[in-house]
């Protein structure tokens, strides 16, 4: 059964008070409870890593059984308190929907591959036997982003300790409340699953030079670096090996051959899901125009709102405060980031019925929304003369991030081009892209999509390193 501390209800009870007392659009600062003995939290990095250092010294010698059981309890524990993590979450950052905060947090408890996932290999023949082993770092350095803070904490934890290391996180300033508490419960289930305590550490008063500290640490072995451009730039100037989980701007194609019924659904349900934080979130459409429209009316049936012409000028003055030129990103006001489309729909002075998930403006393709990583529920669709122009397009836009792409297609020769040329680290067909994060889809999960690094979905073998041990001669028993 789900419990929280009364303190903790209390303060929760407090800032929704505040807030229904002013602006929904910005959340109130959330305080970190002080800090308890063998929780996982220390008021430095220096003090942190040293803690994380001691657990995996002791960690490395409890074996492959026990470290199956220490995941186990993380999963336990994470699948119980998936609702009051995204509740928190939402109330601290101001961003996105709690429902699909707690949806994010349950996809990477169950689809997070464990310790499963380091199978040895094996070769033996005339001359012997080699046997190569995936082995751990020692301490890992996270940092997280206010987008996806729990859901990230999560998911790495379960890759990262899975590969039998330990894990200082920095998380983001703006959501330091629930991913302390989030640490903390993590830690409770290892200790009581027989694990050392501090397997997982953090600081509750993370700061850009806290995270430059944890970079720059000589026991942080690896970084994982989950973010925006700016914070992955500065994982770029330390000498050590980072995983780098950087921004996107995922195009979709639509074209003549398509279910056009499911590209609406699919679309809206991926564009509109956790608000688009979500760096594999659909961000643009390029659609053939023949279907254009039927695309558009399959949408409003899904739960879009589609702006008219005087519509879409007002919501450019309210979202962007540059508009960009040409293909310039242009720069968006950082208040509509994650609200509901409801919302920004009613600063522009429309009212819609019913619970509207995403805002569809019908756009030329010079329009800012294109180029432009917005994320919020606002979503461009381009009318383009044929398939080829549309993946063309779809390419250009992505920008070369190589992180997310999709396409609604029924012609095979259309799919292959598009995920051969495209070169991304997710590619969905005929699905949200959703699918590709293993929800609706086969595969497993990750929220740290290594794209700039290549590793893509991390799992962990992405936090291990292979070690090889040859017998030349010997252990060949046929």
Known sequence: MLTIPQEEIQGI???????????????????????????????????????????????????????????????????????????????????????????????????????EDLEPQVWSGDRGLTLTEYAPFGVIGAITPTTNPTATIINNTIAAVSAGNAVVFNAHPKAKAVSVQNIRWINRAIVEAGGPPDLVTAVPEPTIESAQRLMRHPRVRLLLVTGGPGVVEEARKTPKRSILAGPGNPPVVVDETADIALAGHEIVRGASFDNNLICTDEKEVFVVAKVADRLLQAMAASGAYVLAEHELKRLERTIFTDLGEGERPGHVDPRWIGQNAGAILAEIGVRADGDIRLAVADVPVEHSLVWTEQMMPVLPVVRVPDVDAAITLAIRAERGCGHTASIYSSDVNAITRMAREIDVSIFVANAANLAGLGDGGEGYSSFSIASPTGEGLTRPRSFSRVRRMTVAGGLRIV
């Not at 509740?87 to 310790?115: I, S």
């Open 13 to 115: 009870i407090e800032r929704v008070r505040l807030r229904l007392s002013g602006s929904a659009a910005v959340p109130m600062a959330a305080a970190v409870p002080p800090a308890e003995p063998g929780d996982g939290i220390y008021p430095t990095i220096e003090r942190a890593v040293g803690a994380a250092w001691a657990a995996f010294v002791s960690y490395r010698t409890m074996g492959l059984k026990q470290r199956h059981r220490i995941i186990d309890a993380v999963r336990c524990e994470m699948r119980e308190r998936a609702g009051a993590l995204a509740q928190m979450a939402h109330e601290e950052t101001g961003l996105g929907r709690t429902e699909d905060k707690k949806l994010k947090n349950m996809l990477v408890t169950a689809k997070t591959p464990g310790p």
